[in-house]
């Protein structure tokens, strides 16, 4: 798995509505333990330069990046050689990456979507719980378990997360109630690009409707500001089926920039 050069791109190709941000990688291919052969990677060279990469999902699934609709076409072919394809997602601000798909033949899907959503990280509010840094890498995981029920990130996987660049223990912040980790929030610092990730946010559902999870987000943007973020961008359900997480976020002064569109194979 070449997550290292699958970054290298993600990070030279990221603007404000990209589907892909570095800490959606590491969070995404380190999630879990075991998955290695159900996600199939491949990444593309030309003169040396990483031009793609592809991330197949299996049975049928496809996520990719590539610098324009050539390399996006290779990717799809690679992906129609290793299964039967059944869905590709994309950003809508990502033109080549829709001509890719839609040469191939998929179609639009109506369903569940993800916003991207951005905002500046001048003015922040400030968050009214205490927070801090996970110190309680068990505390941690239990938190997710019971937030995303049923999950399978465990302490193994966590721990592999936490060695996975670009993590830094700054931006994994926590909110405890009576000394247990009731939310978290994740963020991934691209200094490159000086854009900062949110991904994932969660709260034990024992504590929901308090606003810790508002707390654990302002937290993490503060400290991301303070190692250099200029900009933020998290990318919550768009649906109407699950609204909480889009509502939070912009409360706390995130915009729209892009959405996701996920293609299907035309049936019949």
């Known amino acids: 798995m070449s997550i290292d050069a699958m970054q290298g791109l993600t990070s030279r190709l990221w603007f404000p509505g990209a589907r892909w941000h570095v800490g959606d990688l590491a969070w995404g291919l380190r999630q879990h333990t075991g998955r290695e052969h159900e996600w199939p990677t491949k990444v593309w060279r030309s003169n040396g330069q990483v031009v793609a990469w592809g991330w197949a999902e299996l049975p049928g ?23 039967e394809p059944e869905s590709v997602v994309v950003s809508s601000a990502e033109p080549h990456l829709v001509r890719a798909v839609e040469a191939r033949g998929f179609v639009q899907m109506e369903g569940p979507f993800f916003l991207h959503l951005v905002r ?15 110190t309680d890498v068990a505390g941690r995981v239990r938190a997710h378990r019971e937030a995303f029920y049923p999950s ?25 109630v009576d000394g ?12 490159a690009r000086k854009a900062v990730l949110i991904e994932p946010v969660g709260t034990v559902p024992d504590h929901r409707g308090k606003g810790l999870a508002r707390d654990v987000c302002l937290a993490a943007l503060h400290a991301a500001r303070d190692l250099g973020a200029e900009i933020a961008t998290v990318s919550p359900r768009g649906d109407d089926a699950w609204p909480i997480p889009a509502r939070l976020y912009r409360s706390i002064g995130f915009a729209q920039v892009a959405r996701t569109v996920h293609y299907g194979v035309a049936r019949g």
Do not use: M
């Open 180 to 191: 247990e980790t009731a939310a978290y929030c994740l963020a991934w610092l691209d200094d």
């Open 120 to 134: 500046d990280l001048e003015d922040l509010p400030e968050p009214r719980a205490a927070c801090h840094p996970v």
């Open 61 to 83: 699934h496809l996520n990719l990046q590539a610098v324009d609709e050539h390399w996006a076409g290779a990717v799809l072919d690679w992906f129609g050689e290793i299964t």
């Open 152 to 176: 399978r990130v465990t302490e193994e996987s966590y721990r592999n997360v936490q060695k996975t660049p670009p993590y830094r223990g700054e931006l994994d912040v926590v909110a405890d």
